[in-house]
């Protein structure tokens, strides 16, 4: 999950968020070019992320309500809980650098981000809205990359 989430970022530095969840949804297929996906847990998700949190990073949420679902998530992302971090009592959200290790592919996954994140800041600096969120991701990716040990792949914006 974290793997599609860098290469998306990567490739067109758009940012990313999402939820995992279990329950019902919605999705409309009727239409290939208006393809779109609720449901009571999405909505949930950004409640948490966007109005009460709006300052955390960039993430997606994972709302844990059964332990099928975590350890299932356990299983998927091949790591313990502390792989995951905990931003608030009531949900926890999986860290977008998850797995990532010292090595030349982790080297051009971040060089790819920061050219992209830089890419989408220029070209959408004069959106107050969209420019707190990627200058959010940057303060995010700077602090990652610093734990990683690539400080010359920091988004400078």
Same mark, same amino acid.
């Given at each position: 999950i974290s793997a599609v989430c860098r290469s998306l970022i990567g490739k067109t530095g758009l940012l990313v968020r999402g939820c995992i969840a279990k329950g019902l949804h919605y999705e409309n297929t009727n239409d290939p070019r208006f393809l779109f996906f609720v449901s009571?847990?999405?909505?949930?998700?950004?409640d948490l992320v966007e109005r009460k949190k709006p300052n955390n990073?960039? *993430?997606? %949420?994972? =709302? =844990?309500?059964?332990?099928? /679902?975590?350890k299932w998530l356990e299983v998927c992302i091949g790591s313990k809980k502390e792989r995951l971090?905990? *931003?608030?009592?009531?949900?926890?959200? /999986?860290? =977008?650098?998850?797995?990532?290790?010292? +090595?030349?592919? *982790?080297?051009? %996954? !971040?060089?790819n981000i920061q050219n992209g994140?830089? =890419? &989408?800041?220029?070209?959408?600096?004069?959106? +107050? %809205?969209?420019?707190?969120?990627? !200058? &959010?991701?940057?303060?995010?990716h700077n602090t990652k990359i610093n734990t990683l040990g690539y400080p010359a792949m920091r988004i400078d914006l």
């Open positions: 009571e847990a999405f909505i949930k998700a950004y990073f960039p *993430t997606a %949420v994972v =709302l =844990l309500p059964d332990e099928e /679902l975590a971090f905990y *931003t608030d009592e009531n949900y926890q959200c /999986l860290d =977008l650098y998850v797995g990532m290790q010292k +090595d030349d592919f *982790t080297a051009q %996954v !971040l060089s994140v830089s =890419l &989408n800041y220029a070209e959408n600096k004069n959106d +107050d %809205v969209v420019k707190k969120k990627i !200058l &959010n991701f940057a303060r995010y």
